[in-house]
């Protein structure tokens, strides 16, 4: 089973998974050394705080941060966190009869164990939380339960 198989199952809790597009790799590919290629890009699964720091070396951004303020926009990030569809894109093509350009620039997610007290679906099993930064400049999250 690969990191991302193991993570997306629930069993690297104290990970981070991050998603880098093609554009995001370096020139020589040595991001991609350490990661799992995928459509579009590579998958890193990284111990939490390594993960973090290597998610604000990418991005300039704090991960928590950015989590944050993905929050306020639910879109869907797919379930093997190789990128999303931002909420902005059906908008843009009400407006203007076509879409612009809604790719996912990159994910950061996370997991968190079941807490049948907190309700909802943590009662239902792990959670990934995913989040995401579109093309369009929009962050957006995205959470489920992991498959059993």
Request: charged share 30%; glycine share 14%.
């Amino acid at each position: 089973m690969s990191d991302r198989e193991e993570f997306l199952a629930g069993e690297r809790l104290d990970d981070v998974a991050l998603f880098l597009t093609d554009d995001y790799l370096d020139e020589q590919g040595k991001i991609a050394n350490y990661g799992e290629t995928v459509d579009g890009g590579v998958v890193l699964v990284e111990p939490g705080d390594d993960g973090r720091r290597l998610f604000a070396a990418g991005t300039g951004m704090d991960a928590m941060e950015f989590a944050q303020g993905a929050m306020g926009n639910e879109g869907a990030i797919a379930d093997d966190l190789s990128g999303g569809e931002c909420p902005a894109a059906g908008a843009d093509e009400e407006e203007e009869g076509e879409a612009g350009d809604h790719r996912a620039k990159f994910v950061f997610a996370f997991a968190e164990a079941q807490n049948e007290e907190v309700g909802g679906i943590y009662a239902d099993g792990d959670v990934i939380h995913a989040y995401a930064q579109c093309e369009c400049g929009l962050s957006y999250s995205d959470r489920w339960v992991v498959d059993a």
